[in-house]
């Protein structure tokens, strides 16, 4: 089946993912393609690395397909394929101060070492366990402490919002700049054609660990105007930041989601077996946190957290874009992958936590987005502008952070995209698919994917558009479907980028909870070749268990191509980076789950 047809086939009709399979409904879906995670001049290490011109209007700009002029060597560049949606999401530490201090001075007190600004950045180094430096040199300067997550978290000063307000005291400077974010967002945001959607950073980095979520909203300017960002002084609890998006639902009368990236590099602490404050993970804590957080970000600029050799050393392509650096100074600390911050593993848990406590923190849907700091969300390998503004040019990139043990611009991957399944281009139905997770992401190419888990294969046609009949009666990515059934049967439709390469290869990975409750995985390579423009098929689970819940994705694998540090190679005329030469990119889809039915 062609590219084209595969494309209308999965747009006509598809099922509406609910929470359960048997309340489906026929809904025309569109799939689009964004970066939820961006980040512009407003935000203070952006800014401090270069980037001191992209501000969210021309973040938008560029996602939208205009040209813009680069912050830092100042040539034009602009996207290859324009994207559908955007958020940018500005760390809400320190929001706008930064770039203010710089172009503008010290607005009196409130902004100086004395007043608020001194208060911050010292709520900031004690919650990071770190020295107290009241220097700008703080940024760049960071000596984090591993420890046991609840004595960190023991440590820390503050208990969140303590004036019980939405809109708290803080400098004019900062609302100034959240009220311009919503305001240039409300400008560019065209329903139907592009959506810019609101948001911001919580850059949770206790002892250097990271914790950080992107909060995504459906606000318009004038709902986002009546809260401020929560951040990580306010409070270095993820709790603490999942009860004031509760209480902003209230004020503003919109709908939030947080988004946890970078699992990579959190120390086991992202989806542990406790919370951060050390306790056991129970039903309240659990309930809470699968309301807020649907979603994480499997793949960026900062590595890919699917999972790792020493998790899954049976997998042959585990080791993907590994990013072994903590954010910490240097390489203080030798880089350890635990079970708590790779997004297999955590699915994993999530059905042994789900056993004993009757409910799962970690049914988690996958995006992928860019963490860009340059105000240009990027994914391309032959397009791509670096993690920060100061690294885009190849001389540049073999310049080692924070020591010489640190990683380098050709240590970043040119990742990811956010895939959505959603019934219009707004802000409100890709929030409905975040929060049902009909969502997916990719390492940067536009492969189209979808999958689903259907009662019967017999009689099913992929390859015409008869196909979605029975589709219509099946559960999507994202969905949890109870385990009434003798056999699963996964219908997997994948096709390439019309721009990018073949794909290579379809896998399906598998966990699930043995008769003692305790979890594993498998992956089944279902079709392979040498390169070709899609793989449509069903694949039936060989040793499928009906007695134990499991979870199920779809993995689809590019051929080789080159990666972005050998094309700085070939231009610079040089014979190694040290790092790989090609690049095999992939898709991953959202998984479905099957849940035994109670007795």
């Keep these: ?47 401090t690395n270069g980037n001191r011109s992209a501000d969210p209007a021309t973040a938008y700009r560029y996602a939208m397909g205009e040209p813009v002029i680069h912050p830092f060597h100042r040539a034009r560049v602009q996207i290859e394929t324009p994207l559908d949606f955007l958020v940018v999401s500005d760390h809400a530490e320190f929001m706008g101060v930064i770039k203010h201090l710089y172009e503008e001075g010290s607005a009196g007190e409130e902004l100086s070492f004395k007043g608020w600004l001194g208060a911050e950045i010292t709520a900031w180094l004690l919650r990071r366990s770190v020295k107290n430096d009241t220097s700008l040199e703080f940024f760049g300067a960071l000596l984090p402490e591993h420890g046991d997550a609840g004595e960190v978290a023991a440590a820390m000063a503050g208990t969140g919002y303590d004036n019980g307000s939405l809109m708290p005291d803080m400098p004019t400077v900062r609302v100034s ?56 002084t306010d409070s270095p609890f993820p709790e603490d930041l999942w009860a004031f998006l509760d209480e902003a639902e209230g004020t503003t009368g919109a709908r939030f989601v947080a988004i946890p990236h970078n699992s990579n590099l959190s120390k086991g602490w992202m989806f542990d077996t406790k919370s951060l404050r050390g306790k056991p993970i129970d039903e309240e804590y659990a309930t809470i946190r699968a309301r807020w957080e649907p979603i994480a970000e499997i793949t960026q600029i900062k590595g890919d957290s699917e999972t790792h050799p020493d998790l899954s050393p049976e997998d042959p392509y585990a080791d993907f874009e590994l990013y072994p650096y903590y954010l910490a100074k240097g390489g203080s600390e030798p880089y350890v992958a635990s079970p708590g911050d790779y997004l297999r593993s955590a699915l994993k848990r999530g059905l042994e936590i789900e056993n004993e406590i009757g409910v799962n923190p970690y049914q988690l849907g996958f995006i992928g987005s860019t ?9 391309e390998e032959d397009n791509f502008h670096g993690k920060m503004a100061l690294d885009s040019i190849p001389e540049r990139k073999a310049a080692r952070w924070a020591g010489d043990d640190g990683p380098n611009g050709w240590t970043m991957s040119a990742a990811g995209l956010a895939a959505v399944w959603a019934e219009d281009n707004t802000r409100e139905a890709i929030l409905d698919a975040i929060k049902r997770r009909e969502v997916y992401a990719t390492t940067g190419p536009r492969i189209a994917l979808q999958t689903y888990i259907v009662d019967s294969a017999e009689g099913l046609a992929l390859d015409t558009l008869d196909a979605t009949e029975k589709l219509d009666l099946s559960a999507p990515m994202g ?47 279902v079709a392979s070749s040498e390169g070709q423009s899609s793989f449509n098929l069903v694949w039936s689970d060989p040793e499928f268990d009906p007695s134990v819940n499991a979870f199920y994705y779809v993995r689809v694998i590019q051929v080789p191509t080159p990666r972005h540090s050998d094309l700085d190679a070939r231009a610079l005329e040089v014979n190694d980076t040290g790092y790989s030469k090609t690049i095999q990119e992939r898709a991953y889809s959202s998984p479905i789950w099957l849940t035994v039915s109670p007795q």
């Design 177 to 232: 700049a959240w009220q311009d974010i919503g305001q240039i967002a409300d400008r560019y945001n065209k329903p139907g054609e592009f959506s810019a959607l609101i948001g911001w950073e919580w850059s949770g980095t206790p002892g250097g660990a990271n914790l950080h979520r992107i909060v995504v909203s459906d606000a318009s300017a004038e709902q986002a105007a009546r809260i401020f960002p929560f951040s990580f």
């Design 479 to 525: 969905s949890r479907v109870s385990v009434d059934r003798d056999a699963v049967h996964l219908v997997i439709m994948a096709a390439q980028d019309p721009l990018g390469a073949p794909l290579e290869r379809v896998h399906v990975v598998k966990g699930w909870l043995d008769a003692n409750g305790e979890s594993h995985e498998q992956v089944y390579t």
């Design 371 to 379: 963490d860009s700091h340059s105000g240009l969300s990027s994914a």
């Design 1 to 47: 089946m062609s590219v084209k047809l595969f494309l209308s086939a999965m747009s006509v009709a598809v099922l509406s993912a609910s929470a359960s399979a048997s309340t489906s409904s026929i809904q025309a879906k569109r799939l689009l393609w964004g970066d939820t995670h961006l980040h512009t001049s407003y935000s203070f290490d952006a800014y």
